[in-house]
T-cell receptor, first 115, second 112 residues
């Protein structure tokens, strides 16, 4: 089955540690996105990538980093510089880079908790 | 810049009752509009989308939405709610930037 997988489902981190969240898609989509979700705040865009080896900052990129070395993979690193990283993180992909009519497909999410 | 407002944080309905979730957008031209649903601890699933043409859009699970340009709205409706519809609902707008902007979501509670 085609889709987006995110791992792990739950992640615990000590303060001062960097952690990497995995996102893989087998939909052959060009564009991939990372969102952060906090209660009552909807989805906020962290980073997005429209093509391999290229990515753009979203609205809340500070304290996060990404890479896009392969079309199917878009890992997100939450660095120690992110002051409040506890949240639910969602990865998404869409077929056409920059296609405004395109639909986003979402992974199941990773819940990160900083201890 | 585009924006979207979902005025209701929570909506409570009885099973079998009708439902309307509100969504208002701000964008200078005709945007592309989406409704997504999220079950607890899960990702988002597309319910329906509007790009052009007929302003009444049919989606999955018996949902529909109507685009009203004069009111800058794209409200989601369902004639008879089932207990399994309890979830978080998000409206999203795509304008010239081609990146969706999501509303804050409306939590639907269904009473038996």
């Amino acid at each position: 089955d085609g889709g987006i997988t995110q791992s792990p489902k739950y992640l615990f981190r000590k303060e001062g540690q960097n952690v990497t969240l995995s996102c893989e898609q087998n939909l052959n989509h060009d564009a991939m996105y990372w969102y952060r979700q906090d209660p009552g705040q909807g989805l906020r865009l962290i980073y997005y990538s429209q093509i391999v080896n290229d990515f753009q900052k979203g609205d809340i990129a500070e304290g996060y980093s990404v890479s896009r070395e392969k079309k199917e993979s878009f890992p997100l690193t939450v660095t120690s510089a992110q002051k409040n990283p506890t949240a639910f993180y969602l990865c998404a992909s869409s077929m056409v880079a920059g296609g405004s009519t395109d639909t986003q497909y979402f992974g199941p999410g990773t819940r990160l908790t900083v201890l | 810049a585009q924006s979207v407002t979902q005025p209701d944080i929570h909506i409570t309905v009885s099973e079998g009752a009708s439902l309307e979730l509100r969504c208002n957008y701000s964008y200078g031209a005709t945007p592309y509009l989406f409704w997504y649903v999220q079950s607890p601890g899960q990702g988002l699933q597309l319910l329906l989308k509007y790009f052009s043409g007929d302003t009444l859009v049919q989606g999955i699970k018996g949902f529909e939405a109507e685009f009203k340009r004069s009111q800058s709205s794209f409200n989601l409706r369902k004639p008879s709610v089932h207990w399994s519809d309890a979830a978080e609902y998000f409206c999203a707008v795509v304008g010239g930037s081609y990146i969706p902007t999501f509303g804050r979501g409306t939590s639907l509670i269904v009473h038996p």
